[in-house]
């Protein structure tokens, strides 16, 4: 069984920065994709930022040059530095791993972006 465990969110004032991680456990031979997604308030879950199996990486558009998507696939483990944070980047935020064509997410962890 595959557990994703998410840690590093937080209240930050605009302008300021958090980085996320997430690690995966249990039976894992190798991750293919990793991503970030998030989900404000009354909005549908978006996509904040992918990692392929070769570091390749995009980003939404209103998180380019803000956000970082990492990986450490000997430890299963996938990261996002932010940058520059904005109110409108408050949500709950959930990694999401792709394993031997099964689909992970983690619990989620809130980020709050408030002065």
């Known amino acids: 069984q595959v557990q994703l465990v998410e840690s590093g969110g937080g209240l930050v004032q605009p302008g300021g920065s958090l980085r996320l991680s997430c690690a995966a456990s249990g039976s894992i031979f190798s991750v293919n994709i990793m991503g970030w997604y998030r989900q404000a308030p009354g909005k549908e879950r978006e996509l904040a930022a992918v990692?392929?199996?070769?570091?390749?990486?995009n980003y939404r558009d209103s998180v380019k040059g803000r956000f970082t998507i990492s990986r450490d696939n000997a430890k299963n483990t996938v990261y996002l530095q932010m940058n520059s944070l904005k109110p409108e980047d408050t949500a709950v935020y959930y990694c999401?791993?792709?394993?031997?064509?099964?689909?992970?997410w983690g619990q989620g962890t809130q980020v709050t972006v408030s002065s």
């Open positions: 999401y791993m792709g394993i031997r064509g099964r689909a992970y």
């Open positions: 990692i392929g199996s070769s570091s390749n990486t």
